[in-house]
């Protein structure tokens, strides 16, 4: 929904705007990315779990899901893949509730607040820890 969804918090670019920049990051990098986009929390759990013994790190933004999922960070947990967290908007200066991230929990780096620019330094990170 972004473009969408609270334009004062999260701007009107959308879903295909961050995949392009994220492609062009990668791009620049030379890192390989695929990128997955689920509504479904079990679809997101399945895609974790493939990723285990064939992918060397995971960028993640759970959304919504942040703040209950516990089967995400369990799928985190299990594969055992360097993971970074990215949110577009800071969590930890909105609503309360938004402040606790269950899958961060098993994420070794917190992109926050950065809007595209998270998932380019999430990359960058995962670069620089690959070489």
């Known amino acids: ?17 961050l995949v392009a920049y994220i492609n062009e990051k990668a791009k620049e990098l030379k890192v390989e990315v695929e990128i997955f986009q689920s509504n479904h929390e079990g679809a997101l759990v399945d895609r974790i779990q493939a990723a285990y013994g064939n992918t060397d790190g995971i960028v993640i933004n759970p959304a919504a899901y942040t703040h209950t999922s ?7 947990k299990a594969v055992s893949i360097p993971a970074a ?5 800071d969590i930890n200066q909105r609503e309360a509730f938004r402040r606790i991230s269950y899958p961060g929990m098993a994420c070794q ?14 990359l960058a990170w995962h670069a620089a820890r690959e070489r």
Do not use: C, N, P, S
């Open 1 to 17: 929904m972004l473009g969408i969804r609270e334009k004062h918090l999260y701007g009107t670019q959308t879903y295909e705007d």
């Open 70 to 76: 516990v089967a995400i960070l369990d799928a985190l």
């Open 85 to 89: 967290e990215v949110h577009l908007t």
């Open 109 to 122: 780096a917190h992109f926050i607040g950065l809007g595209f620019e998270g998932y380019g330094k999430a």
